[in-house]
């Protein structure tokens, strides 16, 4: 009699290439699917903040200062807890600079890129929570697209196991980057056995992350932050537990990855703040309507564009926001009618800590997006007061 062999009958099969050449230019799985998260997350995002009142392509003045923060901020972490291949004792400094051979750290990349949205808010006058709030979701799709980088590089996976979404990974070519080792026939190599697909886990997780933020924030209303804060629970929570199934190289810290005590230390920061903070969810109305186009000096109808004229004027972002409740946005939408500004009372948030008395501002000023208080509870009251500082 003769025994079957003990061959898992599925697997998931990894790429043998993550780089392709177009001409002199490398194309990397890793970066495209990165770029591809990042324009997913910006569409989720400025549709989220044009439904807050924030002026359309916004966003794109943000992800100017945001993206290239969290990349330098991915890096910078990346290289700050896995510092032996750069400067151990066969370490290459200079390393630390090639981005395209991967290496991104995520807490690094949210923490840089939340400091470039921070100073974009500040240029654009959108309080910086709503901004986050706009984010909570886009950015656990992007990360879910980022993690199919890791399956194209053939790395960050678990131990293995005989489950039958096991995944193939092939013994990547030290002196080809980006492409499987091949035997003598030219067939890729695999390692033995199958193994968990971690990268796959955390994007279906991201996924579900996303959605709960979603639902959530669209059942409780959630603001000043607080949608981010529930994003960054979901994330940890499900990164705690990934965490402990990979098996790459990784710092430990009492016999757990450094990772895994990350996680649980952004965890508990989150729910404080999610448990602390109350306040109803912001909405924005302009400061300032667009300016209109100027025609030339002296009345030289001549130096008109007619083209342009004829196309629509451009619009002018405006200068500043100012935070009105939800009602009164909807008032703001459908008639035009700007609300007054009035004295605020101290609300239930004000008792928890979470916001103080503001002095009245004269109707129309523009007040500073960091001191804004939004009181939205007293929806219809016509009063809007300064919100939470958001930095």
Known sequence: ????????LAALPSPGTAVWQLGPVPIRAYALCIIVGIVVACVVTEYRLRRRGVAPGAVLDI???AVPAGIIGARIYHVITSPEKYFGADGQPLKAFAIWEGGLGIWGAVAGGAVGAWFAARQLGIPFAVVADALAPGLP????????GNWFNNELYGGRTSLPWGLEVHVMDPDNPGHALRDDAGNP???????HPTFLYEALWNIGVAALVVIL???????RGRAFALYVMGYTAGRFWIELMRTDEANHILGLR???WTAALVFLGALVYFVRVRGPRQY???VAGPAAPVPPAGGDVSQVDLSAREAGARPVAPEGYRVVTEEQFRT??????VPTEEPAATDEADRDGVAGDAEREPAGARPDPDEERADEDRAGAGGARPADRDS
């Open 189 to 195: 190599v695999l390692q033995p056995g199958l193994y």
């Open 217 to 223: 924030d669209r059942k409780l209303r959630l603001g």
């Open 332 to 337: 703001y939408r459908e008639t035009g009618e």
């Open 141 to 148: 799709l992007a990360q879910a697209i980022g993690r199919f």
């Open 258 to 260: 450094l990772n895994v």
């Open 1 to 8: 009699m003769t025994l079957a062999p003990m061959t898992p």
């Open 284 to 286: 924005l109305i302009p």
């Open 63 to 65: 992800a100017v200062w």
